[in-house]
């Protein structure tokens, strides 16, 4: 795909293609617009979580917690283990959130060595008004893009991730 006047992706891509043609640079094409917009996304939550006194590591826990459906509550491991964040990591958000009230540790009886995390009523009523303004605001950052175009870019990127994810695709050799 050649650069259109503008395109600061396709003109890296030539430009590659003129320093190093022995290198193949079609990826930045894909790479790069899907890291610039991660930051633009990233960019934008953040500004909309930070003023509920929040940030995303905040809102994966209790939209993981409200996911997890009624009581919405998990064990301390399993809510590791979804948010893909070691148990420290866990730690440190549950503790910041469980100052603000909107989750709680539990401990059941007769086995009290297994910590749970419960969303609280305040959390799951906060949540509520907090996630309406995040998805608002995640639907403007898709202007431009009709429906078919947001359907075909919804299903192209899962088939990625989930080929990824499984390990389907082979993965290069991290750097020592």
């Keep these: 795909m050649s650069a259109v006047p503008g395109d600061e992706v396709g003109e890296m891509v030539e430009a590659w293609g003129r320093e190093r043609p022995d290198v193949d640079a079609s990826s930045i094409g894909i790479i790069t617009p899907v890291w610039r917009l991660a930051a633009i996304v990233m960019d934008h939550r953040a500004h909309v979580l930070a003023a509920h ?7 994966d826990v209790l939209v993981t917690l409200r996911l997890s459906g009624a009581p919405y509550r998990l064990s301390a491991g399993e809510l590791s283990r979804r948010c893909r964040v070691t148990p420290g990591a866990t730690t440190q958000r549950v503790q910041a959130m469980e100052r603000l009230g909107l989750v ?3 401990r059941e009886e007769p086995d009290r060595r297994t910590v749970h995390v419960q969303l609280t009523p305040d959390g799951s009523s906060r949540l509520d008004g907090i996630i309406a303004e995040v998805m608002a605001g995640d639907e403007a950052l898709l ?3 009709q429906p078919d175009e947001r359907a075909t870019l919804e299903s192209s990127l899962r088939t990625w991730l989930r080929s990824l994810e499984t390990g389907a695709a082979r993965l290069p050799e991290k750097p020592l």
Excluded: E, T
Excluded at 53 to 59: A, N, T
């Design 53 to 59: 006194g929040l940030d995303q590591s905040h809102l």
């Design 104 to 106: 709680a540790r539990v």
């Design 143 to 145: 202007v431009g893009l």
